[in-house]
């Protein structure tokens, strides 16, 4: 398959970092198995390119955000139903000013902390805030609430084709909303022995002022232990596992193993908070050599 004559599948929602400009490239690296595994479902633009174009028999992602499976599952299982009212909102939106569109975003920011019920109305408030927040940021404070401000956006958009795409696309895959080690422990060592494992982890600070960034949950993500844990798989098993991640001293520090080749991908722009965008190197490290 050449990826470059293809027409690659945007994110469901607007989401910092989304590897959308690096699926050319990651997608060719990708190694062929029978059983697609990713711990770290974020925006779903990878495993909507990778149901797309490759060929896995099963496919299994996850996410620690209950927000993003939550979504997905609307999707999959009540895929009309959300897109009418994702239409509803988009329409009420656009005919607003200005000054009603930033009213009317934080009204539903509010309503979005205090759900207690998650079905399709949350999705699709979830949806919106993602459209209409700034730069498709997702960021929540120490009590776990969604903080990220208006993005002053004059439109916003849903692409109906795409989102249609997307949930024929998903019809079979199986959705987990699940601490990292305890999805991966769902699976036996003959499972892994035939699956190829994706790993796109929570973003992990370039620099010393960004190191108490709270970001994707509102709980700090220990890479370390990531790499501990690949460590321990490829020990055991005979799982293929690639990794992607901004290029820093730091992410060198933790990735940088004896089990892992670093491989390196293009630049892309980060929009990883509210105040902040930067441009990053991109790397990829495989368990296997490309």
Not at 70 to 92: S, T
Not at 108 to 137: H, P
Not at 195 to 203: A, G, M, V
Request: charged share 25%; with cysteine.
């Amino acid at each position: 398959m050449n990826f470059v004559s293809e027409k690659v599948l945007s994110p469901i929602f607007r989401w910092a970092g989304s590897k959308k400009k690096l699926l050319i490239e990651m997608l060719e690296t990708f190694d062929t198995k029978n059983i697609y595994i990713e711990p770290f479902l974020g925006s779903g633009v990878v495993m909507s390119n990778v149901l797309k174009y490759k060929n896995f028999d099963t496919i299994y992602v996850n996410d620690f955000n209950s927000d993003i499976i939550i979504f997905y599952k609307e999707v999959q299982e009540n895929g009309a139903q959300l897109k009418n009212r994702l239409k509803e909102i988009i329409e009420y939106y656009s005919n607003l000013n200005m000054e009603e569109k930033t009213e009317f975003f934080y009204l539903q920011r509010e309503r979005y902390n205090t759900f207690n019920d998650k079905n399709i109305e949350s999705a699709c408030i979830f949806w919106f805030l993602m459209q209409a927040g700034f730069n498709g940021v997702y960021r929540v404070n120490s009590r776990g609430e969604f903080n990220v401000p208006f993005g002053k956006r004059e439109k916003i958009y849903f692409n109906e084709s795409n989102f249609d795409e997307i949930q024929r696309l998903i019809e079979n895959v199986q959705f987990y909303n699940q601490d990292y080690i305890e999805f991966l422990n769902n699976f036996s060592d003959e499972d892994l022995n035939k699956s190829f494992i994706y790993l796109d982890p929570p973003y992990l600070p370039v620099s010393a002022s960004m190191k108490n960034m709270t970001m994707y949950t509102k709980n700090a993500f220990d890479h370390k232990a990531l790499t501990a844990e690949c460590g321990k798989l490829l020990k055991r098993t005979d799982v293929s596992i690639a990794l992607s991640i901004a290029d820093s001293e730091l992410s060198r520090e933790i990735y940088q193993t004896d089990f892992f080749y670093n491989n390196d991908l293009a630049e892309i722009i980060r929009n990883v908070n509210p105040q902040k965008v930067l441009k990053v190197k991109e790397q990829l490290y495989t368990s296997y050599n490309l």
